[in-house]
């Protein structure tokens, strides 16, 4: 089994239910969440919107490959009503879920590249993932 921790985004809709159905969901498909850092309030990163974001991050173990976890990930985004990933620049959305580790595994695809390159820079990812990280 591996562990992974994967930041939770949303900015759309019901907030809360968003993060729940994405929980939900991410433990049927994905594998076991172990723990749940608390949800952070943040605002917009990269592009202006009136719409204040709710984070986590959750460790999750699982036994999916990397590009399967990819694959489920984005496909429970899509369950939840997200319509495309943001090409030109980030937008609001329902629901984001990044790969933020794979174990202690790097990868650099086309697809996909762990760590998320830019989860250091983020406070509303490292403040939660510090929180539920040092557990381990």
Known sequence: MHQVY???GTNLG????NMNEALAAIAEQVGVVKRCSSIFRSQPEGFV????FLNAVVLVETSLTPESLLKTTQKIEKQLGRTSKST?????RVIDIDILTY???EVNTPDLIIPHPLMKLREFVM???LEISKEV
């Open 14 to 17: 019901n907030k809360e239910q």
């Open 49 to 52: 919107s009136d719409n204040e």
């Open 6 to 8: 994967l930041g939770l």
């Open 88 to 92: 030109d620049g980030y937008t609001d």
């Open 103 to 105: 174990d202690d595994l």
């Open 127 to 129: 403040t939660p993932y």
